[in-house]
């Protein structure tokens, strides 16, 4: 009786291990994994936390720079001296120390407003780092989704692939027999068995073609290369789109729209800062200083043994730019330009956009009719295929009639599983420049 529970135990088990090694991995799962494990993704939002961080510092760029010194240094002199007089005097060993020590404060109160746009444009950069962000993950969503369904697609094509080695199969049957009873030749029964592998030597090129996607899609998503899982029979279209709800408000959907806005309001706040280079900059300036100077022994009497000095001074200071080779004028030309520059590349943006979604849309209606008419065929080829059959059972028709209409549903069965992926991958280009694949 423990054998038997053993041996049960054994079974459960492995088809436990079975099952969870072939666990479903739905759409969404393999996004939000991506969300958190892709390298692109983890690498822009390192690019957006720099920026981040630079902006949280940005507002000491308003407050006064504090800076101290402070030095000790330790003398050993010898001193040769003949006055006037004829009095000589010749001293070694003369030791001394010197402490020194500042308290500098520099505050900048006017520089022609320069610091307020440095600050505003550190802030600009920020969101800028952000609008990176969406964009890297708008297209890495649009690239999981496409691998996704291409796992789908190719399992897909591996059904079919199946449906028609069992035709082949019942082919090589039925050729058999014929041949066996003496109403069947030869050539069928070769031919039948020719198809069989060949359709033998596509599935097993399908199930590696699968395992190739799936390991492309594991890198985008961050899993391990061991993990085993299924995924989708079925690739769901969205049938309700249209061009005038993707070109809504497209300029404030569409990230790399975003981005070159971004890149304009950047470019205008470099040049406020160059415009401020031409104007002075007042500033207050103060310092505490202290000083102490100890000597041991001295030659001249009227060296003191010990002197100490201290004391705070403020004020303020002006600094006119008068003349710099004209660099400064150079500099906020060049920053005049740069916004031109921007601004031609937002226009040229938008116009390659306006390109895409037009043509990503023309394909979308293409495959979704492409995909109504291949519904139809697989109808028609399967039920021609199941008439051929029968007729070829009851010696009405040949096998070459036969064959004819098994190739007609195996190019139905591709143009059909090729239309339906073909209106997904569509359908998300479209909601990928939209940029609302995710929100």
Same mark, same amino acid.
Not at 5 to 13: E, P, R
Not at 46 to 68: C, I, K
Not at 146 to 172: D, F, H, P, W
Not at 219 to 236: E, W
């Given at each position: 009786?423990?054998?038997k529970?053993?041996s049960l135990?054994?079974?459960l088990?492995?088809?436990a291990?079975?099952?969870r090694?072939?666990?479903?991995?739905s759409?969404?799962?393999?996004i939000?994994?991506a969300?958190k494990n892709n390298?692109d993704?983890?690498?822009?939002r390192?690019?957006?936390?720099?920026?981040a961080?630079d902006?949280s510092y940005a507002?000491?760029a308003?407050?006064p720079?504090?800076?101290?010194?402070?030095s000790?240094?330790w003398?050993?002199?010898?001193?040769?001296?003949e006055?006037?007089?004829?009095?000589k005097?010749?001293?070694s060993?003369?030791?001394s120390n010197?402490?020194q020590?500042?308290?500098?404060?520099?505050?900048t109160?006017?520089?022609g407003?320069k610091?307020?746009a440095?600050?505003?444009?550190v802030a600009e950069l920020?969101?800028?780092g952000?609008?990176?962000?969406?964009?890297q993950?708008v297209?890495?969503v649009?690239e999981?989704?496409?691998?996704y369904?291409?796992i789908?697609?190719?399992?897909?094509?591996?059904?079919a692939i199946?449906?028609?080695?069992s035709?082949?199969?019942?082919?090589?049957?039925?050729?058999d027999?014929?041949?066996?009873?003496?109403?069947g030749a030869?050539p069928e029964l070769?031919?039948?068995?020719?198809?069989?592998?060949?359709?033998t030597?596509?599935q097993l090129?399908q199930?590696t073609?699968i395992a190739?996607?799936k390991e492309t899609?594991?890198?985008?998503?961050g899993?391990?290369?061991?993990?085993h899982?299924d995924v989708l029979?079925?690739?769901?279209i969205n049938?309700d789109l249209?061009l *005038?709800n993707v070109?809504? =408000? /497209?300029?404030?959907?569409?990230?790399?729209?975003?981005? !070159?806005q971004? $890149?304009?309001s %950047? +470019?205008?706040l470099?040049?406020?800062?160059r415009?401020?280079?031409?104007f002075?900059v007042?500033?207050?300036?103060?310092?505490y200083?202290?000083?102490?100077?100890e000597?041991k022994a001295?030659i001249?009497?009227f060296?003191?043994?010990f002197n100490?000095n201290?004391?705070?001074?403020?004020g303020f200071?002006?600094?006119?730019?008068?003349f710099?080779?004209f660099?400064?004028k150079r500099?906020?030309?060049?920053?005049?330009?740069d916004?031109?520059q921007?601004?031609?590349?937002?226009?040229?943006?938008?116009?390659?956009?306006?390109v895409?979604?037009?043509?990503?849309f023309?394909?979308? *209606?293409?495959q979704?009719? =492409? /995909?109504d008419l291949e519904?139809?065929?697989?109808?028609? !080829?399967?039920? $021609?295929?199941? %008439? +051929?059959?029968?007729r070829?059972?009851?010696?009405?028709?040949?096998y070459?009639?036969?064959?004819?209409a098994?190739?007609?549903?195996n190019?139905?069965y591709?143009?059909?599983i090729?239309?339906r992926?073909?209106?997904?991958?569509?359908?998300v280009?479209?909601?990928r420049?939209?940029?609302?694949?995710?929100?």
């Amino acid at each position: 009786m423990k054998p038997k529970i053993g041996s049960l135990l054994f079974v459960l088990l492995t088809l436990a291990g079975t099952a969870r090694s072939q666990d479903l991995l739905s759409l969404e799962e393999a996004i939000v994994l991506a969300l958190k494990n892709n390298y692109d993704i983890r690498l822009a939002r390192n690019d957006s936390a720099s920026f981040a961080l630079d902006d949280s510092y940005a507002n000491w760029a308003y407050a006064p720079r504090l800076n101290a010194t402070a030095s000790k240094v330790w003398n050993n002199n010898a001193q040769k001296q003949e006055l006037a007089n004829g009095t000589k005097r010749d001293t070694s060993g003369l030791k001394s120390n010197v402490l020194q020590s500042s308290i500098n404060l520099n505050w900048t109160l006017f520089d022609g407003l320069k610091m307020f746009a440095t600050r505003e444009r550190v802030a600009e950069l920020e969101r800028l780092g952000a609008l990176g962000v969406k964009n890297q993950v708008v297209n890495t969503v649009a690239e999981v989704v496409t691998n996704y369904y291409g796992i789908v697609r190719q399992k897909q094509q591996l059904q079919a692939i199946i449906e028609q080695k069992s035709i082949s199969e019942e082919r090589v049957k039925l050729a058999d027999k014929k041949l066996s009873v003496g109403l069947g030749a030869k050539p069928e029964l070769l031919q039948a068995k020719v198809d069989l592998n060949a359709f033998t030597a596509a599935q097993l090129q399908q199930n590696t073609l699968i395992a190739q996607l799936k390991e492309t899609l594991n890198q985008l998503i961050g899993l391990d290369k061991s993990a085993h899982y299924d995924v989708l029979d079925s690739i769901p279209i969205n049938q309700d789109l249209t061009l *005038e709800n993707v070109r809504n =408000n /497209l300029e404030k959907t569409n990230p790399q729209l975003l981005i !070159a806005q971004k $890149n304009i309001s %950047i +470019a205008e706040l470099i040049y406020k800062e160059r415009r401020g280079d031409r104007f002075p900059v007042v500033s207050f300036n103060s310092a505490y200083n202290f000083s102490r100077n100890e000597n041991k022994a001295v030659i001249n009497n009227f060296t003191p043994l010990f002197n100490q000095n201290s004391g705070l001074n403020y004020g303020f200071s002006m600094q006119i730019p008068i003349f710099n080779g004209f660099n400064a004028k150079r500099l906020q030309q060049q920053a005049r330009l740069d916004v031109m520059q921007q601004e031609i590349l937002f226009d040229n943006q938008r116009t390659l956009l306006d390109v895409q979604v037009n043509n990503a849309f023309r394909d979308y *209606e293409l495959q979704k009719r =492409n /995909l109504d008419l291949e519904d139809d065929n697989i109808v028609l !080829a399967k039920e $021609n295929v199941f %008439i +051929a059959l029968e007729r070829f059972k009851q010696g009405v028709s040949t096998y070459i009639e036969l064959r004819e209409a098994q190739i007609s549903l195996n190019d139905a069965y591709n143009r059909l599983i090729a239309a339906r992926f073909n209106a997904k991958v569509a359908e998300v280009e479209l909601m990928r420049l939209k940029g609302e694949l995710i929100r």
